[in-house]
Nanobody, 127 residues
Framework: QVQLVESGGGLVQAGGSLRLSCAAS????????MGWFRQAPGKEREFVAS????????FYADSVKGRFTISRDNTKNAVYLQMNSLKPEDTAVYYC????????????????????WGQGTQVTVSS
């Protein structure tokens, strides 16, 4: 069992930055790919970014490439999402996600394949 707790959301002006954090419980953190999804009002939850267990491989949605950076610290059981050059369309609830690394990392982009979810943190970008 893995519990995920996000933090770091808030209100920021367009062009600003935020850093989201996700703290994971359990002693098997390195057994999981980690990722971030987001869900805007009235829209489906969508993939944002993912990172391999070692941190050596990352994937991003086209909409955030070059602006967002995912990272993880396995000594702290934590994953981060640095968000720069934020746009109003980035406004959403951001969710931390974990997928067992016994599966293909490509599955990390699919909401129905995720093993564990956090409760979400609100990010609001004003224009």
């Amino acid at each position: 069992q893995v519990q995920l707790v996000e933090s770091g959301g808030g209100l920021v002006q367009a062009g600003g930055s935020l850093r989201l954090s996700c703290a994971a419980s359990g002693r098997t953190f390195t057994s999981y790919y980690m990722g971030w999804f987001r869900q805007a009002p009235g829209k489906e939850r969508e993939f944002v970014a993912s990172i391999s267990w070692s941190g050596g491989t990352t994937f991003y949605a086209d909409s955030v490439k070059g602006r967002f950076t995912i990272s993880r610290d396995n000594t702290k059981n934590a994953v981060y999402l640095q968000m720069n050059s934020l746009k109003p369309e980035d406004t959403a609830v951001y969710y931390c996600a974990a997928l067992r690394a016994t599966q293909a990392m490509a599955l990390m982009k699919m909401t129905d394949k995720i093993d564990y979810w956090g409760q979400g943190t609100q990010v609001t970008v004003s224009s």
